[in-house]
């Protein structure tokens, strides 16, 4: 409550304490300068003997910082200086010199000393404080000297690493933790030097012998002359985040591994299906050369023997074995293009389609086809691998616009990421439904009749393995007597 004029409480809101304490300096004060002054004076001592008693014993007072007591000391001492020892003796006549110069030196030395001790008092307060901010942190923060000696430990430093601030005080620090450092001493002090501070981890072992791991940020303090003095040092443990981080990195691994391993399991049992493919495949032909073989020879031996329910079932032995031929021809493709090196150089896609629509064109047979045609771009590929797969694309739209009295193909560019290429091949033929899209891609997956339209089911397979190889994608789009689309993306480089 603040005091108001007429109340009886003013007493209440004096600081006491310090006016007496500053009542007993001045008699404390007083009482010695009595004392000395008695005692010079028994014993006769030189004026100028007394004048340096004198100021040692304001100096003696004026340490305490109070100024009131300081002055009135040196006071006391100027005029008991002017009374006793100068003459003309027992007067306060201003005669001799040394009258002047107690009056001046004493009042002056107690100011000077009081100001410098309130100024050090001053510092030292603030230095309490900011050191008793620092004890309020969980960090650990110390200070040591250019020698590494430690001269401040606050209270997270006890805690963290368990030695107290007086058993720590005074020990080198990167002994005491016993420091492993990231990089040689020499080395980290350089940069330190160099721009007044460093970071780092580094590896401490606290009092009961564990190892923890810290981030530790130094910061180099230097005096008015630039000289280095001493380096504050704070350190945050991360020792659970760095056993997080290993087990983290073991786990990498592990995947890692697991994925090699599995990655290696799967080229093997490619390599593996792929050489039972071709095995398997070329067996085959033996015995269809001798079945094609044979059906010939009884067809041209025998015409008179066979009826003509006979000589059709010879023809449907001879198809068979031809088409079984053109399956095992299409299977060995399609096992040699996923065995095949690519030789990868920039290709033309202008020049693939125009070689793709000549091929097609000497088995279109007369038919009425609309060419439509965009610019495309060069890609990075193997030549003969992406021409093969154009030629499949555009035998497919060929082939499935054939009930159609004219038919329409496109070949352009359509629209894709910024770093590859999508080209579609469009035609109005007699499309499919997209819920069988999924096998469209698939070995033998066909979604017309033989008797339909002509084919073994490997062609769209073999472009969805050659785009694979490249590192690009198929897909399709259609519907039912309305067309079908097919996409293919090949990066640009």
Request: net charge neutral; aromatic share 8%; with cysteine.
């Amino acid at each position: 409550m603040a005091w108001r004029p007429g109340s009886k409480s003013l007493m209440a809101h004096i600081p006491t304490h310090s006016f007496w304490r500053a009542v007993a300096q001045c008699l404390a004060g007083s009482i010695a300068v009595a004392l000395l002054t008695f005692g010079c004076f028994h014993f006769q001592v030189t004026p100028a003997t007394v004048g340096l008693l004198y100021l040692i014993a304001v100096v003696l007072v004026s340490l305490t910082g109070a100024l009131v007591p300081s002055l009135l000391v040196s006071i006391i001492a100027s005029q008991c200086m002017n009374y006793f020892f100068t003459e003309p003796l027992f007067s306060f006549s201003m005669n001799h010199p040394l009258d002047f110069v107690a009056l001046v030196v004493f009042p002056g030395t107690a100011l000077i000393v009081t100001r410098l001790i309130s100024t050090r008092r001053r510092a030292m307060d603030v230095l309490l404080v900011q050191a008793s901010l620092l004890n309020l942190t969980h960090d650990t923060v110390f200070v040591r000297d250019t020698s590494d000696v430690i001269t401040y430990w606050n209270r997270g430093a006890e805690e963290r690493y368990g030695w107290t601030s007086e058993e720590a005080v005074g020990q080198v620090s990167h002994h005491l933790a016993q420091t492993i450092f990231p990089a040689p001493l020499e080395a980290i002090n350089a940069e330190l030097l160099r721009t007044g501070r460093w970071e780092g981890e580094l590896t401490h072992t606290r009092r009961d012998g564990t190892k923890i791991v810290v981030a530790s940020r130094w910061a180099l303090q230097r005096d008015q002359s630039g000289n280095p003095v001493s380096v504050l040092e704070t350190n945050n443990d991360i020792s659970e985040r760095k056993r997080a981080e290993e087990q983290l990195r073991k786990l990498n691994d592990e995947l890692e591994q697991r994925v090699i391993d599995r990655t290696t399991e799967l080229v093997a049992t490619n390599k593996e299906l792929e050489a039972f493919t071709y095995s398997v495949s070329h067996d085959l032909r033996a015995p269809l050369r001798h079945m094609a073989g044979y059906t010939e020879l009884i067809q041209k031996n025998a015409p008179a023997v066979l009826d003509e329910k006979s000589r059709r079932y010879m023809r449907m032995i001879a198809d068979a074995a031809k088409r079984m031929g053109e399956l095992i021809d299409d299977l060995l493709a399609f096992s040699r293009i996923g065995r095949a090196e690519t030789q990868k150089t920039m290709v033309s896609l202008d020049q693939l389609v125009k070689e793709a629509l000549s091929d097609v064109r000497q088995d279109q047979g007369g038919r009425d086809i609309v060419w439509r045609v965009g610019e495309l771009r060069n890609v990075y590929g193997d030549r003969s691998m992406l021409r093969l797969a154009l030629c499949n694309l555009v035998a497919n739209a060929v082939k499935f616009t054939r009930t159609r009295p004219r038919a329409e193909i496109e070949i352009g560019r359509a629209d894709g990421k910024a770093d590859e290429i999508v080209v579609f091949i469009k035609d109005n033929g007699v499309g499919f439904e997209m819920k069988y899209v999924n096998k469209l891609f698939g070995v033998f997956q066909r979604l017309h009749r033989t008797e339909e339209f002509e084919g073994t089911g490997i062609g769209l397979a073999t472009v969805q393995r050659i785009i694979n190889r490249h590192g690009g994608k198929v897909w399709a789009e259609g519907m039912v007597d309305r067309g079908a689309t097919f996409y293919f993306s090949v990066p640009k480089s």
